[in-house]
């Protein structure tokens, strides 16, 4: 919900999108909680700027932790961008 919340929609109506689009996003969750290592796949750069930006905001996460030792891990998710529309699909 943060990055539904906090997701600029103009991006998506500035864009005139015609259909959903779907963006994959890559990030590490580090052994202190932080995001690092973030990328964006798409070809839109306004729309990796967007996302970059909403995940630079993220809050400081639980990190994983392996044998009673916080440890770093890859994530990824994937944002669906609908045209004209209020609609954010975040699936992880």
């Known amino acids: ?10 991006v998506s109506k500035d864009l005139n ?25 798409d070809s839109e750069l306004s729309i990796q700027a967007e996302i970059l ?11 994983a932790t392996h044998n009673g030792k916080s440890v770093s891990v890859l994530c990824s998710i994937i944002i669906i961008v609908f045209p004209l529309s209020t609609n954010l699909l975040i699936t992880l």
Do not use: D
């Open 53 to 63: 930006r909403v995940l630079r905001k993220m809050p400081v996460m639980k990190p």
């Open 1 to 10: 919900t943060f990055i539904k919340r906090e997701f600029n929609l103009s």
């Open 17 to 41: 999108l015609s259909e959903p689009k779907q963006v994959e996003a890559f990030f590490i969750i580090n052994e202190n909680g932080n995001l690092t290592g973030m990328k964006v796949r």
